[in-house]
């Protein structure tokens, strides 16, 4: 099975500033990586789609890149509705569909 | 309106059995594989079970030969039939629909469509 891993784990960063999260696949996975959004108590969101594509309806200030086994999830400009816990997720040798463990932004 | 929604969580003892369902809406449902998605309390995202159009079925170890995925198109809802359950599958269960981006032939895959969850707690 591909093992997913998200770094950081957590981070503290204050509205405006630009956050960068950081998935790795324990294999290459070529670009079939997708992004969620968890605010708390709410049902994940899809973000990003195939490494790049934003989902219809996704603020523009949300983008991702990387392929084969590194891939990043930017915020240009953190918003106070931005501030959830993000996830990784690999669709390329499915099943199983694993996730990576997540990463919490917070208000610093 | 596009949407999911899970009923028949609830508090069940070990060993005990639970049926979840989650009703489709606003769209084909017969047309989509269909998933089933687990968290536990302060936990990430733990796939549990797939169900395709044909209806063929995948689980992980962790639930295999215990939960059952199951789907009825004419009424547009998914099922998951839940037996010997453990402390272990406390968790809010989520359905959720796959669809795909074609790109010249290459089908990636994701979970477009999500319902809120519904919460099983397996305690005595």
């Known amino acids: 099975d591909i093992q997913m891993t998200q770094s950081p784990s957590s981070l503290s960063a204050s509205v405006g500033d630009r956050v960068t999260i950081t998935c790795r696949a324990s294999?290459?996975?070529?670009?079939?990586l997708n992004w969620y959004q968890q605010r708390p108590g709410k049902a994940p969101k899809l973000l990003i789609y195939?490494?790049?594509s934003l989902q219809s309806g996704v603020p523009s200030r949300f983008s991702g890149s990387g392929s084969g086994t590194d891939f990043t999830l930017t915020i240009s400009s953190l918003q106070p509705e931005d501030f959830a816990t993000y996830y990784c997720?690999?669709?390329?040798?499915?099943?199983?569909?694993?996730f990576g463990p997540g990463t919490k932004v917070e208000i610093k | 309106e596009v949407q999911l929604v899970e009923s028949g969580g609830g508090l069940v003892q070990p060993g005990g059995s639970l049926r979840l369902s989650c009703a489709a809406s606003?769209?084909?449902?017969?047309?989509?594989?269909m998933h089933w998605v687990r968290q536990a309390t302060g936990k990430g995202l733990e796939w549990v079970s797939t169900?395709?159009?044909?209806?063929?079925?995948y689980y992980p170890g962790s639930v295999k030969g215990r939960f059952t995925i199951s789907r009825e198109n004419a009424k547009n809802s998914l099922y998951l039939h839940m037996n010997s359950l453990r402390a272990g599958d406390t968790a809010v269960y989520y359905c959720?629909?796959?669809?795909?981006?074609?790109?010249?032939?290459?089908?990636?895959?994701?979970?477009?469509?999500w319902g809120r969850g519904t919460l099983v707690t397996v305690s005595s």
């Open positions: 959720a629909r796959v669809s795909y981006y074609d790109s010249s032939g290459y089908y990636y895959w994701y979970f477009d469509l």
């Open positions: 606003g769209f084909t449902f017969s047309t989509y594989d």
């Open positions: 169900i395709g159009t044909s209806g063929d079925t």
């Open positions: 294999q290459s996975i070529s670009r079939y």
């Open positions: 195939a490494a790049s």
């Open positions: 997720q690999q669709s390329y040798s499915t099943p199983p569909w694993t």
